[in-house]
């Protein structure tokens, strides 16, 4: 069969070069996740500050880094940013890319988090002499985490397969590496299979993670450690 | 110990409050009733500055709440309050949710904080239930450690915003017991309620709201006894007869 080679596919499944790009995928997510994580949660409160000014930047940000592709925000950094004199390496330029775009989506979901919970709960805080912040900290977030938890793993589930958009910026992830060495050894279809073959397997095995957070966040109510409440 | 003077408060351009002076002296129970929408639970929510006033001023053992300068949570810590919807923290145990404003609001020590926990679920009459949480409890348990909660910030003065409105008549009596014990042990109380027994047994002074403004300020036996305003005559007759 000369259109498929099995060979072909399960050398490529098994090629350091491919595997090297898979785990650039798993941590440009995770890191990526993780700063994207605390500018959202920043972006969220900016949204809620009394402040005006703070409120009308929230919503701008939210608003220029959802309504641009994400594909557009990356050559600005990495290609059109340099002519302003500002550099970054390919690795620095696709995590910016990626945590200030997935900062906007998440922003939005903890906001919705943190509207989930009910006013009666901050009042009943503050009648209590809680600061606004320790109001946050103590009560509203936890509470706002339950609701946080299934959008933000499908957030994930998302960001697993938007890393490979940063290969145009020659990011070497999954996709990258896959299309490198398709321009050597011209077997597409075999390269292709195994580059979707494994972001099958990482959002399969994060399903799975996701499933196992959500029952465990879903059925016992988190018991907060009073240890460390100062 | 609660001095409310001249107090006028808006919602936008409606004013919800109109010029309403009245007190509480230490140890008094005073109820406030009136219609739905007249403005207790405002009248409840500027006490514990929880909601800013534009006119008037209200003091609470002697510091002005509506001061710029006054240290709200410092003050909201004296002065407990109760909701009608009971407010518990859902993801904290009833024993967390005693001692976590002890904890973080007064800097209490946990092995103080969780002792104080103990001692006022005891007084609640829930201190079997201290690793429960808030859901696994009945409406009349869950006030009751509402109850709790706030007396842990050993308050100056109580305040109820309708303690008992939300819950089944089999309820009612297990949460007013409580607060009548309350008043017994000298508890300043401040007490929006129609529970007219409650006011009768407990109550030293009754306030009669309608559409913000104070219509009726007496002694609790003179406000049953002798003529009323027409408009607490009509809202009394509605709830007394139901
Ligand atoms: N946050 C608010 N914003 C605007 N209007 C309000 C607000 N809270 C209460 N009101 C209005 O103020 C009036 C008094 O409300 P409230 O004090 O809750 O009355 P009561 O507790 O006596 O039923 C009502 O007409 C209500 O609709
Ligand atoms: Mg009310």
């Known amino acids: 069969m000369s259109f498929w080679s099995w060979s072909g596919f399960f050398d490529y499944l098994v090629n350091p ?9 798993i941590w440009l997510t995770a890191v990526s996740l993780v700063f994207g994580l605390m500018l959202g949660l920043l972006i969220a409160l900016m949204r809620r500050s009394k402040l005006g000014l703070v409120r009308s930047l929230g919503v701008f940000y939210v608003w220029l880094f959802r309504g641009t592709p994400l594909l557009v925000q990356l050559i600005v950094i990495y290609t059109a940013l340099p002519q302003v004199g500002i550099r970054f390496s390919v690795v620095q330029a696709a995590l910016i890319g990626l945590a200030l775009n997935e900062a906007a989506y998440l922003a939005e979901i903890i906001r919705a988090g943190i509207q989930a919970v009910p006013d009666g709960q901050s009042r009943a805080a503050r009648a209590l002499g809680m600061t606004e912040r320790q109001i946050m900290r103590h009560i509203v977030m936890p509470q706002a985490f339950k609701v946080i938890i299934p959008p933000l793993g499908n957030s994930v589930n998302g960001l697993l397969k938007t890393t490979s958009v ?4 020659s990011m070497e992830e999954l ?4 299309q490198v060495l398709i321009q050597e050894k011209f077997m597409v279809l075999e390269l292709f299979a195994v580059a979707a073959f494994y972001y099958l397997l990482l959002t399969s095995v994060w399903d799975f993670v996701q499933r196992r957070i959500e029952r465990d966040f ?9 240890t460390e409440k100062r | ?22 007190h509480v002296s230490k140890g008094e129970v005073v109820v406030v009733c009136g219609p739905s929408g007249s403005g207790k639970s405002t009248l409840i929510k500027c006490v514990n ?19 710029p ?12 309050l109760v909701f009608q919807n009971f407010e518990l923290f859902p993801h904290l145990s009833i024993e967390e949710n005693i001692m976590i404003a002890q904890r973080i609001v007064l800097g209490r020590s946990e092995s103080l904080a969780r002792k104080q926990a103990m001692t006022l679920l005891d007084r609640v009459g829930m201190s079997g239930h201290a690793q429960k949480y808030p859901g696994q409890l009945s409406g ?19 305040l109820f915003d309708e303690p008992t409105s939300a819950l089944d008549p089999e309820m009612i009596s297990e949460v007013l017991d409580v607060m009548t014990n309350l008043a017994c042990e000298g508890m300043t109380m401040m007490v929006v309620t129609h529970e007219m027994g409650f006011a009768r047994r407990v109550a030293s002074r009754m306030i009669f709201i309608d559409q913000g403004e104070i219509v009726e300020d007496r002694p609790t036996e003179a406000f049953f006894t002798e003529g009323r305003n027409p408009r607490a005559e009509a809202f009394l007759s509605k709830i007394l007869h139901h």
């Open chain 1, 218 to 226: 879903g059925q016992s109510t988190a018991v907060a450690s009073l």
């Open chain 1, 175 to 178: 996709l990258r590496r896959t």
């Open chain 1, 166 to 169: 940063t290969s145009v910026i």
């Open chain 1, 17 to 25: 070069f491919i595997l090297g790009g898979v785990l650039t995928t």
């Open chain 2, 49 to 67: 500055a929880l909601e800013p006033i534009q006119q008037g001023s209200i003091k609470v053992d002697g510091i002005e709440v509506n001061d």
């Open chain 2, 140 to 158: 009349g348990q869950q006030q009751r450690v509402a109850i709790a909660r706030a007396l842990a910030m050993n308050p100056k003065a109580m």
């Open chain 2, 69 to 80: 300068a006054t240290n709200l949570p410092d003050l909201r810590s004296r002065v407990g």
């Open chain 2, 1 to 22: 110990m609660i001095e409310i003077t001249g107090v006028t408060k808006y919602y936008g351009t409606y004013p919800v409050l109109k010029n309403c002076s009245t």
